[in-house]
């Protein structure tokens, strides 16, 4: 799997590690999908969220069935 996200990978740590914090005191990302969501884990994009101190992470998917399904016990 990692193969198939490696272009993305190597975007993502060049766009943070060109920010320059005094400038934008805040890194936001925002995603698709939720990187740890069924049999999917996406733990290599923590580890750069994580080196480069992203602040906040948006990550939603929401599916017709999720969005008619009541999720409070």
């Known amino acids: 799997m990692r193969g198939l996200v ?9 766009d943070l590690a060109g920010v320059d914090r005094s400038l934008t005191p805040w890194v936001i990302l925002m995603g698709h999908k939720p990187w740890y969501m069924g049999q999917t ?7 750069l969220a994580y080196v480069y101190g992203v602040d906040l992470i948006f990550a939603v998917r929401t599916t017709p069935l999720s969005a008619t399904t ?3 016990s």
């Open 70 to 72: 009541t999720h409070y």
């Open 6 to 14: 490696l272009p993305q990978l190597r975007w993502l740590e060049a």
């Open 41 to 47: 884990n996406y733990t290599y994009f923590d580890e």
